[in-house]
């Protein structure tokens, strides 16, 4: 993400949690002086402090959110922790008057996304979600090729997610799991690509026994977008390993692949790149979603990564779960569970 405009204030940062997805955040931040300044990060874990401060140079530290909160001053927090233990989280930075960036997945469940919105709102302050495959996967240069008429309009969405994934600690203990690993991804992003609601889904669920988590393993789901359908399968079970999106229009065809955008018609076919698919780029992607909030907060007009928004793609994932837990089809409203 460029982002060269001359802004009116440098935010100071505060990161709570420091785990693995972390890095990709402060690697992003950190190629972005002039905007901001992380001024502390917050952990349980003394290693992982110690770890920010040797890898980063963030010697300020504090193992409890609320040590953080008496001692330093800072406008926006960037939550990194797991999802299931975030609302309260989120509480504490809205009633101390902060603005929030969370990471995907937004909440367990479109219950507790509410209740997130609901807390950032009656506080008054600004909140967006990490839903960075939006630019490193390339769904917002596709949206914009699509935007520009490449393919007309678009009919059908195939979606294909296959590999053998195994993670570690606590994700693998969770009820839900590659949904919420990877799906939200990828649910976000077809709502991105057709810019409209959803009304309707059906799906089917399964947890393979090479894959030790609890939760779901494989996925196989269908969604109706107006006159649009999205086929869309996930596996972290797959011997085969494939990530692909084929969009089918009236006038043409686009293919996204890892790394490239195809659009083929009539008159011949064309390759662009996604210039924030590499690993060297992705960070930045992290700092694009921060840079939706700041945006929001300079601004006071709603970022397009709010937690707002993305009750639209939680309700998706929610969706999923109860179509395969009732083998029924499941109906949205204005694209939200009723």
């Known amino acids: 993400m460029n982002d060269n405009t001359t802004h009116p204030k440098r935010h100071r940062i505060v990161v709570v949690g420091a785990g693995g997805v972390s890095a990709m955040h402060f690697d992003g931040f950190r190629m972005r002086p002039e905007r901001l300044d992380i001024v502390a990060v917050v952990d349980p874990s003394a290693e992982r402090r110690d770890w920010a401060a040797s890898t980063y140079g963030i010697h300020t530290g504090f193992a409890s959110l609320q040590e953080a909160l008496d001692a330093v001053e800072f406008d926006v927090a960037v939550v990194c922790t797991p999802s299931h233990v975030r609302v309260e989280t989120v509480r504490a ?26 807390i950032a709102d009656d506080a008054g302050v600004q909140l967006a979600v990490d839903q960075n495959f939006r630019e490193h996967y390339g769904f917002e240069q596709a949206r914009t090729l699509i935007e520009e008429g490449r393919i007309g309009r678009v009919r059908v969405i195939n979606h294909r997610e296959l590999m053998h994934r195994v993670d570690e600690g606590w994700r693998n203990d969770q009820p839900h799991h590659a949904l919420m690993v990877m799906g939200v991804h990828w649910l976000d992003g077809f709502r991105r690509l057709l810019d409209q609601d959803a009304d309707w889904l059906v799906a089917r669920t399964f947890s393979a026994p090479s894959v030790p988590a609890v939760g779901e393993t494989d996925a196989n789901v269908q969604i109706r977008f107006g006159d649009a359908t999205v086929t869309y399968t996930d596996s972290f079970s797959s011997w085969i390993t494939q990530w692909d999106t084929v969009v089918l229009g009236d006038e043409g065809t686009l293919h996204i692949s890892k790394s490239t955008i195809t659009i083929a018609g009539p008159t011949g076919t064309e390759t662009v790149d996604i210039p924030l698919a590499t690993a060297t780029n992705k960070p930045l992607t992290a700092y694009g979603a921060l840079a939706g909030l700041l945006d929001a907060v300079e601004t006071g007009v709603e970022a397009p990564n709010s937690g707002r928004d993305n009750l639209k793609t939680i309700s998706l994932i929610d969706g999923v779960y109860r179509a395969a837990q009732s083998g029924e089809p499941v109906t949205f409203v204005d694209g939200l569970l009723p």
């Open 93 to 118: 930075l809205a009633g101390a008057g902060k603005h929030i960036l969370v990471e995907k997945p937004f909440a367990d469940g479109l219950d507790e996304a509410r209740e997130l919105v609901r």
